[in-house]
């Protein structure tokens, strides 16, 4: 590992030319591993050797640093130059909302080896080592939060040619660096998955040119323009307007901006060492008029195949799907965060818990999920079994305001170290997963249970609860109707059965019989301090939700709190009044407690707080607060307000599995259930998903007085076909159609 000998702005360039050896015949195989701490990006003989994007990533780099590898034989030359170009990244760039930087270490730098070899079976290998040299580029600054700012005028291509002089250029010096933390990429890269045209360019009350791409989308704004040399061109971003003028209060202190510097003759820019939540653009200094085709907006993700899609005779539901999958890609860059466009963008885990079976239907994540999971371990590791609140964890490095809380073991959050590994192996049937993750699952809920009371509950400690309940304060967010002591506990029942169960599958006859008796202590204790005739403590509909969804109450309680639930979701208009915790259940709750006309009624409201309200505002991205934006077209007065959190999107797994009607019988869909539940005046519905067995479609519509469903599956995979008001049938393999009588369910 090497670093420049001066920063050169926060973007330095590295070099070193060789001479491919003549004497063993033609180059075989040529191998390129590189890894920085910052992000690389590297050139051979002039030319990106890959379209990855903010390569190493975001890992826990006190003990897990990634490298790429990548296949250059064709790049290589007689005389080859091997270059690679660093920005700061996550490692020396902001993060949190402190202002703090550099929390990782205060130097960039790089490593890399080039393995070459021949036709005779002998090897080259060019390697970082003090013989490379290091120079300035033409990025001046670059930050996540913050933009990048780019000077034409300095461009050159000479530093990636042979014979190049390196004026003002300098050495380089070895980092005390271990080695042993390298880790190979399991996960896929951050690439560009989407451009988008403007829709429109405006001016705004007091004069400022806006242009709005139509979209709410994660990455930059690609710029082709002409103009004096020394001409300045600033670029400000944001999620949405305000009294007509850029929306920038949400962003808080990420600038958000990046600025260009013209050469005078015909430039492009695309600044790969930041990123930007934003839909709309505000644009300074541009030399003359600016036209639609000078602009282009790149959406970047991490590299996902697509495997789940659903579709509706309901455009405001098919729209929110949408914003769903927009939302989901914005925020998968590399690790699962919760925003990505004011000074947070942090990968915090009660999200990622709240959202992962839905992510796990749009997208293969498997691989991206199970390397976030193993930053999740090692985080843990070295906390004392905690599983943080974020991961990678920068928070222990932060200088947090008085009266923030000590990160502790929490519900949900935490749990995400439970919950998101089962979510995998159920949908992607591999039991690697749960293997890999035993020791983090279950030192997790070890940990839980060191902190519960005598009484056998979890109402000690500071808990997010019921976050965002919409009846909170905007001020106060953690100030939810339910309970965080029923929260609490019913979410460490959840863990426990969960883990008990992973240790069956494992067959770990001893944690199993461990963990199933701490689950049925904590299921006793709930009931017996929380649960009366079928009325749970603080009455509200997330704790009613939790209870049935969980498997806590007993069949007379159960269906006492389904009465109650469907009475409260009933009291509130049909409006949403869960929050984080149980808004990604309170939908099955309903439905498994013979209320499906309740949960349609709630996913199809449109007044505020609901699902479908953002659309009818013109929302193109989940939002974090119900209420991001108020009827009347101003921004929530909350101070921590963003229009692209996938979390509230949880409810798309129920749509997949109950409206849809695709659920698994067995991990990773080796049995189907297709049982696609009719209502809400949907007419047509098709859903599909790729799994690891082949395809499965189910299309259903009503026409008159008949419900046909359409089913593909796959040779091999049985299952069940269950219709409303018929009996089960075995599912057939390939396509068919069958249909019954809409009265037999109406």
């Given amino acids: 590992m090497i670093a420049a000998a001066e920063d050169f702005g926060g973007a330095p360039l590295f070099r070193r030319e060789f001479m491919v050896s003549r004497e063993h015949g033609d180059v075989t195989e040529a191998t390129l591993k590189v890894s920085a701490l910052g992000v690389v990006e590297p050139w051979i003989n002039g030319q990106r050797v890959s379209g990855d994007l903010l390569t190493p990533g975001w890992s826990s780099y006190e003990w897990r640093l990634r490298y790429a590898t990548y296949d250059v034989r064709h790049l290589l030359a007689p005389t ?68 990048q700012s780019i000077d034409a005028r300095l461009r050159s291509d000479a530093w990636l ?48 040119t806006l242009v709005d791409f139509g979209q709410n989308l994660v990455g930059w704004i690609r710029v082709q323009v002409k103009g004096p040399q020394g001409t300045t061109v600033t670029i400000s971003h944001a999620e949405v307007l305000e009294h007509g003028e850029l929306g920038v209060r949400p962003l808080r202190t990420a600038r958000a901006t990046d600025s260009y510097i013209l050469s005078g003759h015909a430039d492009t820019f695309e600044p790969t060492f930041t990123f930007h939540g934003f839909r709309y653009a505000e644009i300074t200094g541009w030399p003359g008029e600016l036209h639609e085709e000078d602009l282009l907006a790149v959406a970047i993700s991490s590299d996902l195949r697509a495997t789940g899609t659903f579709h509706t005779s309901n455009s405001l539901l098919n729209k929110f799907h949408e914003n769903v999958v927009w939302g989901m890609r914005g925020n998968f860059v590399d690790i699962p965060t919760d925003c990505p466009q004011r000074d947070e963008r942090l990968g915090w885990t009660g999200d990622i818990a709240a959202f992962a079976p839905t992510a796990a239907f749009l997208y293969d994540v498997e691989p991206f999920l199970a390397e976030w999971l193993k ?16 991961i990678p964890d920068p928070l222990k490095y932060l200088e947090m305001p008085v009266g923030f809380p000590e990160v502790g073991s929490t519900a949900v959050w935490s ?16 039991s690697a997963i749960l293997e890999a993750q035993f020791d983090s699952m279950s030192a997790h809920v070890r940990r839980v249970q060191s ?32 309970d965080t002591g029923v929260v609490a506990t019913a979410c460490a029942y959840r863990s426990a059965s969960l883990v008990a169960q992973t240790a069956a599958i494992l067959h770990r006859d001893a944690q199993a019989a461990e963990f199933t008796a701490l689950a049925g202590r904590l299921r006793a ?37 389904g009465e109650r639930l469907a009475q409260l979701t009933k009291e509130a208009q049909y409006r949403i009044s869960t929050g984080f915790a149980g808004t990604p259940f309170i939908t099955d709750a309903l439905t498994m407690t013979n209320h499906l006309e309740e949960a349609y009624k709630l996913l199809l409201e449109e007044s505020c707080p609901s699902w479908l309200y953002p659309v009818t505002m013109g929302a193109t991205t989940v939002w974090e607060r119900w209420d ?26 129920w749509l997949h599995r109950v409206v849809g009607g695709i659920s698994a019988l067995a991990p990773g869909y080796a049995q189907l259930l297709i049982a696609p539940h009719p209502g809400g005046g949907l007419t047509d519905v098709e859903t599909s998903l790729e799994t690891r067995h082949g395809r499965v479609a189910v299309h259903w519509s009503i026409a008159g007085d008949s419900l046909q469903v359409q089913t593909e599956v796959p040779e091999g995979v049985g299952g069940i076909l269950r219709l409303p008001g018929q009996r089960d049938q075995p599912l057939q393999p390939g396509r068919t159609t069958t249909t019954v009588p809409v009265r037999a369910f109406a």
């Fill in 80 to 147: 080859t130059v091997l270059g690679l170009c660093v920005g700061n990244g996550w490692y020396r760039g902001r993060l949190g909302w402190t202002g703090q930087s550099a929390v990782y270490g205060a130097e960039l730098g790089i490593i890399a080896q080039l393995d070459l070899t021949f036709a005779d079976g002998t090897t080259q290998s060019i390697v970082t080592d003090d013989t490379w040299i290091a120079g300035p580029s033409a990025v001046t600054a670059n930050d996540l939060y913050d933009g």
């Fill in 161 to 208: 040619q042979p014979d190049f002089t390196g004026d003002g250029w300098s050495g380089v010096h070895r980092l005390d660096f271990d080695r042993g933390i390298l880790t190979p990429y399991t996960s896929p890269p951050v690439t560009r998955w989407r451009t988008l045209h403007p829709v429109s360019i405006t001016t705004s009350p007091t004069g400022k």
């Fill in 375 to 390: 930053n999740l371990a090692a985080e843990q590791e070295h906390h004392d079994g905690i599983i943080a609140w974020v």
């Fill in 415 to 430: 749990d995400a170290g439970v919950w998101v590994p089962w979510t995998l192996y159920q949908a992607y049937g591999d």
């Fill in 451 to 482: 902190l519960l009371s005598p009484s056998g509950l979890w109402d000690t400690g500071f808990q997010f609860g019921d976050w965002l309940d919409p009846d909170a304060p905007p001020e106060s967010p953690a100030k939810a109707k339910a």
């Fill in 525 to 561: 204790a709930f009931n017996e301090h929380y649960v009366e005739d079928g009325r749970i403590v603080s009455d509200c509909t997330t704790v009613y939700s939790l209870a049935i969804v969980f498997g806590l109450l007993g069949q007379a309680d159960q269906d006492a709190a």
């Fill in 628 to 653: 991001s934006m108020l009827p009347d077209g101003t921004i929530n007065t909350g101070q921590m307000t963003s229009f692209n959190h996938y979390a509230l999107g949880a409810v798309a797994d």
